[in-house]
């Protein structure tokens, strides 16, 4: 059985756990990073790459309550929920439900407004430290709607946004399909996030990450975390048939973060938002030039190289549920009707699952009391945008230097612990 000492130990190799040991390692930390080095399950990989100035706002907030019955039903494209895993959520369930309003939805915007503003700026900022800047583009973010009912329902949103300084443009259809030409003439008028960006291959910029550390001597031990044990002045992680002694650990291993904080006596509601996606290529000379998010169908589409990845809404599940695959071929048959792709012969519809917290706040800091245990995840659909932003303040947090941004309302305790 190998042992391993270091400064800290990471649980999570996804965006989050990645940028917060470059981070410690620019600091002149050892790092030691657990993962089961399972690169294509991670949100980090099947997201849209999508990196959105725009994303403020949490899942839960005004006229949720309103759709429940269809969601519960499965009649919204968009949301699906699996009855038989409600047990699991038994904790998660109420809290999201008392967020379901205007005044928390605003609370939760002003917190996560300096989060996302520095989003991009960090990313570059990273992307550029390893050699991989080339990756990410500054081509803006579409949301389209279909009819004028849609857009109508946004204009809450669109003020949030303005008072936080959001750029948005409003686009009407001739505008849309001057940004977008390929695009059939489905959609009466849309918001262009101009500040946002993208990046055409996120499990490649976030394998980049793994190797520059590695190149930088960090280790990684290829196994899922067992156990988390204090003691003394030490932590002590298993995993598989190595044991890592750290100084202190990073918790940041997505939906399986809750289950081992809890073995540490540390509750924190935490469910799985399911998603898929699919790879279809171009038809003829079609091209898309960014993403672009569908609100009446629920889906997004995101160019990633030749090909077009097309990624459903949310299924609340529990992660190891068996597969439902019928979103996912839903929206695909409607994208199909918004953009000239064709079906991908072999190619495998992508499932995984996104850490969500009932306020849509990801949570970041020591739990009360514990110096030596750092939380970094429930980052829900902005986990990849915002990676970078977290592992900054989590390694200046760790490093006893003052965050760049506001914390405490992402802080652990206001779940108590």
Not at 135 to 159: F, W
């Amino acid at each position: 059985m190998a042992e391993h000492r270091t400064d800290i130990a990471i649980i999570g190799a996804g965006i989050v756990g990645l940028s917060t040991a470059l981070e410690l390692v620019e600091r002149g930390r050892s790092v030691v990073v657990i993962d089961p080095d399972d690169a294509l399950a991670r949100a980090s990989y099947g997201n849209a790459g999508v990196i959105s100035r725009g994303s403020i706002f949490p899942v839960a907030g005004p006229g949720l309550l309103a759709k429940l019955p269809r969601y519960a039903m499965g009649r919204d494209i968009a949301v699906r929920i699996r009855l038989t895993s409600f047990p699991d959520f038994a904790a998660w369930l109420p809290r999201f439900l008392a967020a379901a309003n205007e005044p928390a939805w605003r609370r939760a915007a002003s917190a996560l407004n300096p989060l996302v503003a520095e989003s991009y700026s960090r990313h570059m900022a990273l992307a550029e430290r390893v050699g991989a800047r080339h990756m990410i583009k500054r081509n803006g973010y579409l949301r389209l709607y279909r009819d004028q009912r849609g857009a109508a329902a946004a204009k809450l949103e669109r003020s949030v946004l303005a008072e936080h300084g959001v750029r948005v443009e409003e686009l009407d259809a001739g505008a849309i399909i001057d940004l977008e030409p390929h695009l059939r003439p489905r959609f009466t008028s849309g918001l262009f996030f101009a500040d946002s960006g993208s990046v055409e291959s996120p499990g490649t910029l976030v394998e980049a990450y793994a190797d520059h550390l590695r190149a930088r001597g960090t280790a990684f031990v290829k196994a899922a975390a067992r156990s988390i044990e204090q003691g003394g002045d030490a932590v002590t992680v298993r995993a598989g048939d190595e044991t890592i002694v750290a100084q202190k650990v990073v918790l940041s291993a997505g939906t399986r973060s809750a289950g081992l904080a809890r073995a540490l006596g540390c509750r924190i509601p935490l469910a799985a938002e399911r998603g898929y996606h699919l790879h279809l290529r171009p038809a003829g000379n079609a091209l898309l030039n960014r993403p672009v998010f569908d609100a009446a169908g629920g889906y997004v589409m995101s160019p990633m190289g030749e090909l077009v990845r097309v990624l459903s809404g949310v299924e609340l599940a529990r992660p190891d549920d068996p597969r439902d695959e019928r979103q996912i071929r839903a929206v695909v048959a409607d994208a199909q009707r918004s953009l000239p792709l064709a079906d991908t012969p072999g190619e495998k519809i992508w499932m995984g699952s996104r850490p969500s917290t009932p306020d849509g706040l990801p949570v970041i800091g020591h739990p009360r009391g514990n110096s030596r245990l750092f939380f970094a995840f429930g980052h829900g659909h902005i986990g990849f945008s915002n990676g970078p932003i977290t592992g900054l303040v989590a390694a200046q947090m760790l490093s006893g230097e003052t965050p760049a941004i506001p914390m405490a309302p992402f802080s652990p305790s206001r779940f108590g612990i």
